[in-house]
């Protein structure tokens, strides 16, 4: 499998793609941009008009699409509040919509005064063209609910709503994966997070199993810490990053080169072993395959 990490701005790094020699086309994007909320980036500005800045996305949808295959998909992370913009940016520059996914957070609900706390962001599913090219129906093996009395046999399929996956808190339960810097040196055991908006490797895993097959080319236009890669590269897809801050591009490029223990996700295979031909669409040995006995809640799989 092969993989690059490219040091630059999106916008002008797409248009340069074709000129990469393994590039054919991009068969899954997984697109996570600054939410324009005000945060501190070192090479972005976060606080930008909003009108400016849904033009921006919506010419970086456009050039994503022109460089997909057809069929191929995108997986476009936002707010909830911005759902309306998403969809419209993904329909005005040719992409078709599939799904809604809300990705609900395990952490408490941030409080409203005068609506209901929020405690989810969404994903918007689409394709280039009505149909996807790959869509391989997943299926989990999720532990019994209180209101249920019977055990699943053989799993539930994945859904539009995902609550079985952590996100990467700034306390306790981001565990060892998140990335952590003290006295500027990143992968340190303590320390504040490296990078605020990480994404776990469990939500990548899900979507790129969901939406690829071995050998296909996955794209993450806003790569951040490389957690696209990361788990592109064990799921034997190729990959390229695009990322404007050349400290995570350095991050990235030694998570890629020296795998770390919590970067690992065949701890997440036995969660979906119930998945039609997953040897297929993971390529993996069996010598790493856990059984599901003794696991006895969610929290084991997180």
Known sequence: MVYKVILGDCETELERLPAIDFFTEVHLTFLDPPFNQSKEYAKHNDSMQE???????TRICQKIYNL?????AIYFMQREKNTEFVLNSLRTTGWTFQNLIIWKKLTSA???TYRFGKQFQIIAFATKGAKPRVFNRLRIDLPLEPHHKLEREDGVYVTDVWADIRELTSGYFAGDEAIRISNNKPFSKDGNRFHKQQSPIKLLTRIILASSRPNDLILDPFAGTGVTSVVAEQLKRNSI???LDSINVAVIEKRLMNRRHADDISKFYSYYQYTEDLSSIWPISSAVFSSKKGFKSIEDYL
């Open 241 to 243: 990053s695009i990322e």
């Open 51 to 57: 009108k400016d800045y849904w033009r921006w996305i």
């Open 110 to 112: 941030v409080p409203g």
């Open 68 to 72: 997909t295959a057809s069929g191929g």
